[in-house]
T-cell receptor, first 112, second 115 residues
Framework: EAGVTQFPSHSVIEKGQTVTLRCDPI?????LYWYRRVMGKEIKFLLH????????ESGMPNNRFLAERTGGTYSTLKVQPAELEDSGVYFC??????????FGQGTRLTVV | AQSVTQLGSHVSVSEGALVLLRCNYS??????LFWYVQYPNQGLQLLLK??????LVKGINGFEAEFKKSETSFHLTKPSAHMSDAAEYFC?????????????FGKGTHLIIQP
């Protein structure tokens, strides 16, 4: 069974550009989470989907970040326009009915 | 508000020695507690979790952790370190449940195994 898959694994973009990160959860998992680790800091919660609905987006840093989960399957996280402080590793996780969550390998975003 | 403190950003032990990674938490309600591990170039993997059942929790790869409410601690131990244990370890707390909902992570501890 495939795990949580994130694309791309690495992305280097210039300040002001747009980047879209994708997360494919484990099939059948209704809960999907986004987390972020900025260099040298803790991993921090961004938001939580239950199916296609945003259950909690209290961790989203500002309106440059837009997350979607159309159809309740994969999710995208768009950063537009990207700033230097957005650099970090973005993790996605999924779970079924809020039981054990499985994390993806993360997308390392570097904004230069 | 919940928070997690991991003592020591780097811990070095000899192969075969005891591993002890410290985690203290604060929570306004009975917490759910987790230890995750990240091996190089891999994602976060759940080692073990405490969800108000037994206070001594056994996880994968020989790791275990003990929930001590009086000390607000959830330290991770392994009796004998192996080279393959070299990784970064994260303690996390949630007030919402046993999944990944609203997890608050510590800063992580790099475990270094000396041959």
């Amino acid at each position: 069974e495939a795990g949580v898959t994130q694309f791309p694994s690495h992305s280097v973009i210039e300040k002001g550009q747009t980047v879209t990160l994708r997360c494919d959860p484990i099939s059948g998992h209704d809960n999907l989470y986004w987390y972020r680790r900025v260099m040298g800091k803790e991993i921090k919660f961004l938001l939580h989907f239950v199916k296609e609905s945003k259950q909690d987006e209290s961790g989203m840093p500002n309106n440059r970040f837009l997350a979607e989960r159309t159809g309740g399957t994969y999710s995208t996280l768009k950063v537009q326009p990207a700033e230097l402080e957005d650099s970090g590793v973005y993790f996605c996780a999924s779970s079924y009915a809020g039981i054990e969550a499985f994390f993806g390998q993360g997308t390392r975003l570097t904004v230069v | 508000a919940q928070s997690v403190t991991q003592l020591g950003s780097h811990v070095s032990v000899s192969e075969g020695a005891l591993v002890l990674l410290r985690c203290n938490y604060s929570s306004s309600v009975p917490p759910y507690l987790f230890w995750y591990v990240q091996y190089p170039n891999q994602g976060l993997q759940l080692l073990l979790k405490y969800t108000s059942a037994a206070t001594l929790v056994k996880g994968i790869n020989g790791f275990e952790a003990e929930f001590k409410k009086s000390e607000t601690s959830f330290h991770l131990t392994k009796p004998s370190a192996h080279m393959s244990d070299a990784a970064e370890y994260f303690c996390a707390v949630s007030e919402r449940g046993g999944g990944a909902d609203g997890l608050t992570f510590g800063k992580g501890t790099h475990l270094i195994i000396q041959p």
